[in-house]
């Protein structure tokens, strides 16, 4: 979309202007970021999946594939 802020500085616009400046100097400790981590912090209606830290890339994979129904097209010849 023209004249649309890259998504670098869209999150530093949510994320407010004293975090913004954070974000642009890419000075974000750990102390902010384990501020800002919510366990499991996600959106009503069940329409996020954690995937476990013990899944292999291909379970990933695959599991992202079925869910979005894109396993059963064909792969695109470049």
């Known amino acids: 979309?023209?004249?649309a802020d890259p998504p670098d500085r869209q999150r530093c616009r949510q994320a407010g202007i004293d975090d913004s400046v954070a974000f642009e100097t890419n000075d974000v400790?750990?102390?902010a970021l384990r501020d800002w981590?919510?366990?499991l912090?996600?959106?009503p209606g069940?329409?996020?999946t954690v995937i476990g830290?013990?899944?292999c890339l291909s379970e990933t994979v695959?599991?992202?594939l079925l869910g979005t129904g894109l396993a059963g097209l064909p792969v695109l010849e470049r």
């Open 41 to 43: 912090d996600l959106l």
């Open 46 to 48: 069940g329409i996020e």
């Open 53 to 55: 830290a013990d899944s």
């Open 29 to 31: 400790g750990e102390a």
């Open 62 to 64: 695959d599991f992202i």
């Open 1 to 3: 979309m023209k004249g």
């Open 37 to 39: 981590y919510r366990e």
